[in-house]
């Protein structure tokens, strides 16, 4: 696990270490929270959030914190938690650094749904709706084909995702050929990711799937500790390779299902938080799964804070792949020369 | 006691059967290694016992109870097996690595370790003589070194019988002599029972008090080394000539081919 990075210094696998790595993520969360909430077209200070939070402010910054930013900046925390977590859980179960949380045809099928729903103007508040069961349905496609008689087979699960991204990605692109120009805008828009507007709506209907699998997510890291040992050592130490995988790709595509109802495809954000987290407490995905939910909520609230301060607001999923390839980079490179420090 | 047995044991890999008609039998604190050619289904029957494959026909008693009745969880608690090459955590300490073998006995929502779990694990390590090494990478141990950590894992499971795949495989000679001496002293001290896949015929019989020998599935014969290993049936099991002869470490055992001699 872990591909593509070396392993970080020494001092990092001390226990304190790895729980102040955990908390540095947190500290920054808090700043990152507080400072969406404060900047925009109109900006609120410290004592004007406190008032607002109370509804002692006037009735602008009450509107703006309670109607706009703080729904926004929830629905920015929830969704970047569960793709951080998400990434985290599919990396650690497939073994593999690659792994994203759209690997499994989670993105083609919602994808699909969203761009038959935009392309054909049907029904076009149940988008999000649309978007949870069409994740929901292709991930679980994936696994009935990845099912042996005791197992899921992790090639075949990569192998099946990959194939039913392609079957739908040109499905998406046919419709898309043949719609309107603003059907094509409003499709492109959902498709990069956007927290353009999200409000209560966006938020209640998400956050009864995203709080429960979140902490769910949480006491998975025993088990992906233990497949990372291999299948056939898991199995001796009394792991259930069909229950645990069944059990971890539930709690990544409902987490992923759920993100993708409310912002879109946004991407990178599931890929690289996790790398980058392990970078701070190491491999133990006890501290990964949880890390990476809070640096995946702290990187999108980031990214949607950068994404609404230009003059023009741009699609949020852009912003994370800006920030996010370059992070990747550096990352990499940063380990790579620790590594030939050290050895 | 029999600690485990089979009764006309056929296993292998989904419906392809690769052994047959087994009957095995291994008391408490009893080491039996298993030999026999490449593919002949060493490593079959020791999955097979780990749980790790499902037997095709026959059944598998541990202590005189159906193993298929058990849940994975209560034979994790019994069997410990160590494949030929586990995969290594990239950053994992010696400690967090034994820890794990403490799975089978933590409770789903139980994050850490309790005082028992601890004991278990710094007597694991103990034992294993990996207290200097316990806050290391395990990625950054010797081949004997990380061997050692993982039989170490194997003791924190507490189970009474270890399945050893080919141990000193991808060992240096002085590696492989530590590595089966750890594994007699833990046999002795735990009272457990240990069955191990070793290709060295001298090894193996050297280290074990019994030898089961397998050719293409079928268990030829089990018993005490000096009893079943000769000439005929080891040119039976891996279709090859030896040369025996005394030595103060017993008999051993020199493979040649036909016509080798005469050169």
Known sequence: ?343 | MKILQTNKLSCGYGKTLIVEDVDFQIKQSEWISILGANGSGKSTILKTFADILEPIQGEILIRNEQKSKKTKNEIAKLIAYLPQKPNIPKIITVKELVAMGRYPYSKWWQWGLNDRDLKEVEHAIKLTDLEQYSDCLVEELSGGEVQRAFIALALAQKAEILLLDEPTTFLDIQFQIEILDLIKKIKKERNIAVISVIHDINLASRYSDKIGLINKGHMLQLGEPEKILDKQTIKNTFSIDVETMSSSLGQQYAPYKKGEKDE
């Open chain 1, 1 to 343: 696990m872990g591909e593509g990075f070396g392993s970080p210094p020494f001092y990092f696998v001390k226990f304190k270490n790895k729980v102040f790595g955990l908390l540095c993520i947190l500290a920054a969360l808090i700043v990152v929270f507080f400072l969406s909430l404060s900047i925009g077209a109109v900006d609120l200070g410290f004592s004007r959030i406190i008032d607002a939070i109370f509804l002692r402010a006037d009735e602008v910054a009450n509107t703006i914190f309670w109607d706009l930013r703080f729904p926004r900046s929830l629905g920015s925390i929830l969704v970047g938690a569960s793709l951080g977590m998400s990434g985290a859980l599919l990396q650690g179960m497939l073994r593999n650094g690659l792994a994203s949380p759209f690997l499994l045809g989670i993105s083609a099928g919602a994808g699909l749904v969203v761009v038959v729903m935009i392309t054909l103007g049907s029904f076009p508040l149940l988008v999000p709706l649309g978007a949870w069961l069409g994740a929901l349905a292709t991930t679980a496609l994936v696994f009935l084909l990845a099912k042996t008689r005791k197992a899921i087979s992790v090639p075949r699960l990569i192998l099946g995702g990959v194939a039913f991204s392609s079957l739908f990605g040109a499905i998406q692109s046919t419709l898309l050929l043949f719609s309107d120009d603003g059907r094509i805008q409003a499709a492109l828009t959902w498709l990069i990711g956007s927290l353009n507007s999200r409000g209560w709506d966006d938020v209640s209907m998400a956050a009864p799937w995203i709080i429960p699998s979140l902490i769910a997510g949480c006491f998975l890291g025993k088990q992906l500790n233990l497949l990372s040992l291999g299948d056939e050592m898991a199995q001796s130490l009394g792991v259930s390779l069909l229950k645990s995988r069944i059990l971890i790709g539930a709690c990544a595509a409902l987490l992923t299902a759920s993100a993708v109802s409310i912002a879109g495809l946004v991407g990178f954000v599931g890929l690289i938080v996790p790398h980058g987290v392990r970078f701070l407490v190491g491999d133990d995905n006890r501290l990964v799964l949880p890390g990476s939910a809070l640096g995946g909520a702290m990187i999108l609230s980031l990214s949607d804070l950068v994404a609404r301060s230009g003059p023009v607001e741009i699609p949020v999923g852009i912003v994370t792949a800006l920030l996010g390839a370059p992070t990747f980079i550096f990352l990499l490179y940063s380990s790579s020369q620790t590594r030939r420090q050290t050895g």
